[in-house]
């Protein structure tokens, strides 16, 4: 919980709209995910029910984060909705990936990944659903 520690202070001199702008910008980088498809990469062939949902799941989430960051930035009426999308989307890819922890020592060059972003990741995922249910531009303490 580092991240949110760091980083509830400043959001919550942000609007809304700015602060779920900056929590999403980890998440335009989810196709490192894509990772898991690439043999030279993991130590073993990972499980295909598992490499294959990592990685699309990643791709989708990534994707959409970038889609609701040019919302969020033009302020278009359908961010906020975005926003609901890619974190429910990205949250369910997360906890789906978190409960094949028998791949973990296949994971190879990729082990950073459940390590390091995963965390990262489902820190900012709280934030952003923290934010959305909250009232108004302020956040909720």
Not at 31 to 50: D, K, W, Y
Not at 55 to 81: E, F, K
Request: proline residues 6%.
């Amino acid at each position: 919980m580092t991240a949110a520690f760091i980083w509830s202070p400043r959001l919550a001199q942000k609007t809304k709209h700015e602060a779920l702008l900056l929590l999403s910008l980890p998440h335009a980088f989810r196709h490192i995910g894509m990772s898991f498809l690439v043999p030279a990469m993991v130590a073993r062939p990972l499980p295909e029910g598992f490499a294959y949902g990592a990685a699309y799941g990643d791709l989708a989430t990534g994707l959409l984060a970038l889609l609701a960051i040019v919302a969020l930035r033009l302020r278009l009426s359908v961010a906020l909705a975005l926003v609901w999308l890619f974190n429910l989307i990205g949250t369910a890819d997360l906890l789906n990936a978190l409960r094949h922890v028998d791949v973990a020592p296949r994971f190879g060059a990729v082990w950073f990944i459940p390590t390091m972003l995963v965390p990262l990741l489902l820190v900012t995922h709280f934030m952003m659903f923290r934010r959305l249910v909250s009232r108004g531009n302020c956040q909720a303490q």
